[in-house]
């Protein structure tokens, strides 16, 4: 194994522990805010009543016509800080869930399924169970699910003319190019001959389209892969959704790419 590998491998192991500290941060952050609310309130309740408790109530005029509309705010502050805290918790507990499922329950159903011999990805028969199951799990805890497809433009002239065997090649490295840039939660495998499909689970368009930039790039640091034209067709699924629906859009925003214009240069191009 190589030490860029290595780093990778370790960055990956080392993901979810920074993912877990910044949830940490995060609740820190949010019962330091509930803290401070509730002292405010209490500042607010002793200056006010202080002085009447401190010296006599004759010596001091208070509007106690103001005192029910006063307290009626404070109560209505009290209870509005306290939803809040409650509603974020609740989402960083949710959060917290995802990561730890997420990291668990990943490694077990790959580990089953066949993987392609040539690129070391996971071969297409398990595309129907990891459909289901990642738009299953999308779903229960209400994150997005990226795919994201890349695919080699005219990848049959590589073999025209350089010969199958370079083809093959050409495969293996972005293939490997993929592997290296995915993270621990992504699942990569071969859906066609000359394309792969990544499902990114809690990724947004905006978090494919930075996966699909660090591909490319990763893609031209690569001998094999220096000057060829990669398209990329991306698509979010969200619950309620249509498992199918997602991977058509995903084809359909290829498709839509490869009809555009050859980048010029012939370099890998980034998502649209």
């Known amino acids: 194994m190589t030490p860029a590998m290595d780093r990778t491998s370790s960055e990956r192991r080392s993901e979810p522990r920074r993912q877990l500290a910044e949830l940490d941060r995060r609740t820190w952050h949010l019962?330091?805010?509930?803290?401070?609310?509730?002292?405010?309130?209490?500042?607010?309740i002793t200056a006010f009543f202080y002085p009447i408790i401190?010296?006599?109530?004759?010596?001091?005029?208070?509007?106690?016509?103001?005192?029910?509309?006063l307290i009626f705010g404070l109560l209505t502050l009290v209870l509005l800080s306290g939803?809040?805290?409650?509603?974020?918790?609740?989402?960083?507990?949710?959060?917290?869930?995802?990561?730890?499922?997420?990291?668990?329950?990943?490694?077990?159903p790959t580990e089953k399924y066949a993987k392609d011999a040539l690129t070391g990805v996971l071969d297409r028969s398990a595309l129907p169970d990891i459909l289901t199951r990642e738009t299953a799990r999308a779903g229960q805890y209400d994150i997005p699910l990226c795919?994201?497809?890349?695919?080699?433009?005219?990848?049959?002239?590589?073999?025209?003319?350089?010969?199958?065997?370079?083809?093959?090649?050409?495969?293996?490295?972005l293939g490997q190019a993929i592997l290296q840039t995915a993270r621990q939660t992504d699942i990569i495998l071969r859906y066609e001959a000359d394309r792969?499909?990544?499902?990114?689970?809690?990724?947004?368009?905006?978090?494919?389209?930075?996966?699909?930039r660090r591909v490319l790039s990763a893609c031209q640091r690569s001998p094999r892969l220096r000057g060829l034209t990669l398209d990329?067709?991306?698509?979010?699924?969200?619950?309620?959704?249509?498992?199918?629906?997602?991977?058509?859009?995903?084809?359909?925003?290829?498709?839509?790419?490869?009809?555009?214009?050859?980048?010029?240069?012939?370099?890998?191009?980034?998502?649209?």
């Open 31 to 44: 019962w330091a805010v509930s803290l401070a609310v509730s002292l405010s309130l209490a500042l607010a």
């Open 83 to 108: 939803a809040y805290v409650i509603i974020k918790q609740r989402e960083l507990n949710e959060m917290r869930q995802f990561i730890i499922a997420t990291y668990t329950e990943t490694a077990f």
């Open 196 to 212: 792969f499909l990544c499902f990114l689970p809690g990724t947004e368009q905006s978090g494919g389209e930075a996966f699909g």
């Open 232 to 272: 990329t067709g991306l698509a979010v699924y969200r619950t309620p959704g249509v498992p199918e629906r997602v991977l058509a859009d995903a084809e359909e925003a290829l498709r839509a790419r490869r009809a555009a214009p050859k980048a010029t240069g012939g370099t890998v191009q980034p998502p649209a």
């Open 54 to 69: 401190r010296w006599n109530l004759d010596r001091i005029e208070v509007q106690f016509g103001i005192l029910p509309q």
């Open 147 to 173: 795919l994201l497809l890349f695919d080699i433009r005219a990848f049959r002239h590589v073999n025209e003319s350089e010969g199958n065997l370079a083809g093959d090649l050409v495969l293996k490295a």
